[in-house]
């Protein structure tokens, strides 16, 4: 990767970035996103249920007394006096002029200025977290596989999403041997920067020790183990790891807690058995190891649950039966077709509304 030094930092002008700024496409659309955000973010879910009882004129008045108490409680405690005596002074504001001296001040205008500080001091916060998940969200792309491995006897896409700067998802791609290659998908519970460092911490025990077990099951149990003593007690992790022969069309796997993967033939469309409690859940636990031998032109599907619990604007999931209904359509489809195929449809369901959740995606097609 390389970057451009040779542009001088010039400082944006104001006029011409206000300018842009008014003309940017979609902007009425971003603007009903980010209310929809800001609800979201300080409405919880049993306000939002006596909201959707409300009369429109009600509900107004009450997203905006709730959000701006929801936003009051979240300041630190200097914010919330200065933002306290700011609306105080504007809201009883008159000019005030000083005995035997000529200066006049406004409280109305003081009130703005102690608002404006307390923005300026929330959006500074906010600018140094972005800084930090954008380094963070650089660090997880650069552990992340090519999107088609190359393995003989197989044709692999490989696919993640984060919903926000950083994600609770795995996908990772390992070349153990010549005759050996592993293929892992997994699901951090919870998202954001929590969720990003233990899905980085799972990702680098499985690739330390992928080569010292031929067992998947016994690899599993060791990553599980791994997981126990080091997570938090709430904290748990789903996964599926493959492991693929070149050529021969053989394919084994230990599902730890994650959804079962399907298997597309040319005459069906078959769910795969579920696997055993998922990761940090049961100390020592065992796991099985399943073996399946594709024949030419079978993919073996395997997804993590932000492409069926994908939510549009009216709550509404994109589903299994959604999901089915577009893989019978590409049986014989390649996997690239398949996977830029349901990102397609998924984005097409969501419409405006925001990804809610990590999507993630490995398609392994023998051929």
């Not at 980010?34 to 107004?60: A, G």
């Not at 690899?219 to 790891?241: C, G, M, P, Q, T």
């Amino acid at each position: 990767m390389t970057s451009d030094n040779s542009k001088p930092n010039t400082e944006p002008k104001f006029f011409e970035t206000i300018r842009r700024d008014l003309t940017e496409e979609d902007i009425f659309r971003k603007a009903r996103s980010e209310m929809r955000d800001l609800k979201d973010f300080y409405i919880d879910p049993d306000k939002k249920l006596q909201l959707d009882k409300m009369h429109w004129l009600k509900r107004f008045f009450f997203i905006m007394w709730w959000v701006l108490k929801g936003m009051f409680f979240k300041l630190t405690p200097l914010r919330r006096i200065l933002l306290l005596i700011g609306v105080v002074l504007i809201l009883f504001s008159r000019s005030i002029s000083f005995e035997h001296t000529n200066v006049r001040t406004n409280e109305g205008l003081l009130g703005g200025i102690l608002i404006l500080i307390v923005l300026m001091l929330e959006l500074k916060d906010k600018l140094l977290a972005r800084s930090e998940l954008e380094a963070g969200k650089k660090v997880q792309l650069a552990l992340m596989p090519d999107q088609c491995p190359t393995v003989p006897g197989w044709e692999l896409w490989l696919y993640t999403r984060p919903a926000n700067e950083v994600g609770g998802d795995l996908v990772d791609f390992i070349k153990i041997s010549d005759n050996r290659f592993g293929i892992a998908i997994a699901d951090i519970a919870g998202k954001g920067l929590q969720a990003a460092l233990l899905t980085t911490k799972l990702q680098a025990t499985i690739r330390a020790l992928t080569d010292e077990y031929n067992s998947l099951s016994k690899l599993v149990s060791k990553i599980n183990n791994i997981f126990f003593r080091d997570s938090l007690r709430n904290i748990f992790a789903s996964l599926l790891y493959v492991e693929l022969a070149p050529n021969l069309g053989k394919l084994s796997y230990v599902n730890a807690g994650h959804l079962p993967p399907v298997l597309i033939k040319a005459d069906s469309i078959k769910e795969l058995d579920k696997g055993e409690a998922a990761l940090g859940l049961i100390n020592n636990n065992r796991y099985t190891e399943q073996t399946r031998k594709l024949k030419t032109g079978e993919i073996f599907f395997a997804y993590s649950d932000g492409l069926t619990e994908a939510q549009n604007e009216q709550g509404q999931f994109f589903g299994s039966e959604r999901f089915f209904n577009l893989l019978k359509d590409m049986r014989s489809s390649s996997p690239k077709h398949i996977g830029e195929r349901i990102i397609f449809e998924i984005g097409q369901f969501i419409g405006e509304a925001r990804a809610n959740d990590d999507l993630s995606l490995i398609i392994l097609k023998k051929v």
